[in-house]
């Protein structure tokens, strides 16, 4: 069993930053993938970001990237979000999610653990 805990959101003006950090207890942490996802009002949710288990391998969904980074610190069992350049369509309660898989981690059928998310909101 693995818990995860969000937190870093809030309201930001558009073009500004946030940085988000799940942190992680229970089972060996570094075992797992792990991903950010969001979801907007009326929409599914949606992949943001993934990062392997040793952190050597990224993945960004192409409405973020250049713009967001996804890092890890297996010794602190976290995972960070840095979002730069916000804008209104990143409005949305954002997730941390662990896998135990391999190969695409788009879908969140892949992973196992979830938290319950926080809130970002983006001021235009």
């Known amino acids: 069993q693995v818990q995860l805990v969000e937190s870093g959101g809030g309201l930001v003006q558009a073009g500004g930053s946030l940085r988000l950090t799940c942190a992680a207890s229970?089972?060996?942490?570094?075992?797992?993938?792990m991903g950010w996802f969001r979801q907007a009002p009326g929409k599914e949710r949606e992949f943001v970001a993934s990062i392997s288990w040793s952190g050597g391998s990224t993945y960004y969904a192409d409405s973020v990237k250049g713009r967001f980074t996804i890092s890890r610190d297996n010794a602190k069992k976290t995972v960070n979000l840095q979002m730069n350049n916000l804008k209104s369509e990143d409005t949305a309660v954002y997730y941390c999610?662990?896998?135990?898989?391999?190969?695409?981690?788009?879908?969140?059928?892949?992973?196992?653990?979830w938290g319950q998310g926080t809130q970002v909101t983006v001021s235009s």
């Open positions: 999610a662990a896998s135990g898989s391999v190969g695409n981690l788009y879908p969140p059928r892949k992973y196992d653990y």
């Open positions: 229970g089972r060996t942490f570094s075992n797992y993938a």
